[in-house]
């Protein structure tokens, strides 16, 4: 349904993820989160005081490791599949300036 | 009681975010080594790097550590949930960091100061630390690089942020909090907690404002790498502050990097981006839920905190908690073995001072038997050698191990003298040194000097030299 996101809104979170988004995706973007929003509405409007909320839908708490070191992957396997990389390091653009 | 900076007719009011490394073997969500100094790039796996499909589980260690400090800082410990904080930025490849956002492990802790003031905890929560990135070109900061190179060994480290309630009111007050936290990090063996090599971080969020007003807008300080700094920082950044809302212009709520080499802070993030997280549970991660047991096994042993240790040390020896050889000497761990060396009957304000002197490198357990001390410390006190002899046996003592400083002294020729010899030595100088003693029994105290250095020359350094100023003393009267 119309007016639950805006085509600014969906500009704004593309911004901040980074996603270059031409017109049709905008649109696209703003039909399917409404969906998915108005979907989250019909949940708003029930009576859930009573229901405890959770975090993640599994019956599970507490799932840990022991603190033991593990075969770390092979550097030059890794960076062998990266776009670039320097002296054992992965390289970047630069980060802030024209908000690439 | 710390006085309250004021500038122009305004207060500061200071909140800290501190980060601490923990001390664990491994990554909070993978196996990946936890290890600072190694080449670039070598404690990496698919959790790390965020590849598709890799999923986090939890570091028992890191839990641990976690809710050991919040214990120390007298938190409540309490059932959390995992966090992304989305942003975008490549020292974090998932595009997000795991940290926690409205159910952190602790919450409502204090710290106090040594004066007594408490300043509140609002939470202490577990996060991953993010890669490093080391910017090429331009200044070697952000602004104007040419790009940057990523290394992340770094990247998945188990960190803690304890975020203080903004109760701060000066710069001093600060480093004391900063200090005093360190202290209590590595006493419970949560972190080494280094400033100089990242392993604490501190942030400062500053605003002023005048008495009685509401809250100012603040600024939140970053890049602050010492103690020293912090306070500087945090004056600079509050000053800055004030010049602006006298000026009739307002402060606008930003991230500021502080510069060591011009003693300013600086802007650095644009605001558009800023604090836009986007906050969701991470749905790769199930609750952390404490039992009461658990809580209380953690809190069991949890070992005595410095405060606490300052005190006892204080009180054997004799001397204000907050002495420069107090502190020092708990900060090193070593406060143990002072009270070990007292055991043996030694005077333990003396251990204290010669631990304090001499032990720097020695760690929390030196290997000098803490009964070679205390006889050592033994013969100072009746007088078998002086101060001077003392400092030096000390000396073959670390270098030995250990040892008899009776046996030490004879082997130095390093004997008592008795009281008739020194008295015999006094009058001497007394005769040699006329004008000397003229002018000391006319009141000028410095003249002594010379009378004590001709004692100790032609004593060639045997003699006591307090006891030698005792005797001056009491022949001038």
């Known amino acids: 349904m119309a007016g639950r996101i805006t085509d600014d809104d969906v500009a704004h979170v593309a911004r901040l993820a980074r996603l270059g988004l031409d017109p049709d995706d905008v649109q696209r973007a703003v039909a399917e989160l409404g969906a998915v929003l108005e979907h989250f509405a019909d949940i708003d409007a029930l009576e859930l005081d009573a229901v405890e909320p959770m975090a993640q839908p599994y019956p599970l708490t507490n799932v840990l490791r022991e603190d033991v070191v593990t075969t770390s992957l092979d550097r030059d396997e890794v960076l062998a599949q990266a776009p670039d990389a320097v002296d054992g390091r992965f390289a970047v653009p630069p980060i802030l300036g024209d908000g690439a | 009681m710390t006085e309250r900076w004021t500038y122009e007719g305004f207060e500061m009011v200071v909140g800290l975010e501190v980060h601490v490394e923990l001390d664990t073997a491994t990554k909070l969500f993978s196996g990946s080594a936890n290890r600072f100094g190694d080449d670039p790039n070598v404690h990496i796996d698919p959790v790390t790097l965020g590849l598709p499909g ?92 040419e790009g940057s190179l990523i290394d992340f060994n770094r990247a998945g480290v188990p960190l803690v942020e304890i975020v203080s309630r903004p109760d701060i009111v000066s710069p001093d007050q600060a480093r004391e909090y900063v200090s005093e936290l360190r202290a209590i990090l590595v006493a419970i063996g949560a ?108 809190r069991s042993a949890l070992p005595p905190l410095p405060a606490k240790r300052r005190a006892a040390l204080a009180v054997l020896c004799g001397v204000a908690a907050d002495t420069e050889a107090v502190m020092t000497v708990v900060e090193r761990g070593q406060d143990a073995y002072v009270a070990e060396v007292a055991t043996h009957g030694a005077d333990a304000a003396r251990a204290l001072v010669h631990v304090k002197e001499a032990f720097a490198e020695l760690g929390a357990r030196p290997r000098v038997p803490a009964s070679d001390l205390a006889a050592l410390v033994a013969m100072e006190s009746s007088g078998a050698v002086t101060a001077t002899q003392a400092k030096t046996l000390l000396g073959d003592l670390i270098d030995a191990g250990g040892g008899d400083p009776a046996a030490l002294a004879a082997q130095r020729g390093f004997e008592a003298m008795d009281d008739g010899e020194l008295v015999a030595l006094v009058d001497a100088a007394i005769a040699a040194e006329p004008d000397a003693w003229q002018k000391y029994c006319a009141g000028e105290d410095k003249a002594m000097g010379a009378l004590v250095g001709h004692v100790m020359k032609a004593s060639r350094g045997q003699a006591d030299g307090k006891a030698v100023s005792a005797l001056l003393v009491s022949r001038r009267s």
């Open chain 2, 191 to 298: 972190s080494d907690a280094r400033m100089e090599e990242g392993s604490m971080r501190v942030d400062a969020n500053v605003s002023v404002r005048r008495p009685g007003e509401p809250l100012g807008t603040r600024c939140e300080i970053k890049n602050v790498n010492s103690v020293r700094s912090l306070g500087r920082a945090i004056d600079a950044e509050a000053r800055r502050q004030v010049a602006l809302i006298t000026a009739g212009e307002s402060v606008v709520q930003q991230t500021r990097h502080w510069d060591e080499g011009d003693g300013r802070t600086h802007a650095l993030r644009s605001k558009e981006d800023a604090d836009d997280y986007r906050y969701f549970p991470d749905p790769d991660l199930v609750p952390f839920v404490p039992s009461a047991e658990w809580i209380d096994e953690v």
């Open chain 2, 54 to 145: 890799a999923l986090p589980v939890l570091n028992a260690r890191a839990v641990e550590l976690g809710a050991r400090i919040g214990l120390a800082l007298g938190c409540t410990v309490q059932a959390c949930v995992f966090a992304r904080k989305n942003y975008f930025y490549p020292d974090m490849p998932k595009a997000y960091q795991i940290s926690q956002y409205d159910k952190p492990l602790n919450i409502d802790g204090r710290l106090a100061l040594s004066d007594g003031t408490v300043i509140g905890v609002e939470r202490a929560h577990l996060e991953e630390d993010t890669g490093k990135s080391t910017h090429l070109g331009g200044s070697g900061r952000i602004h104007g690089s």
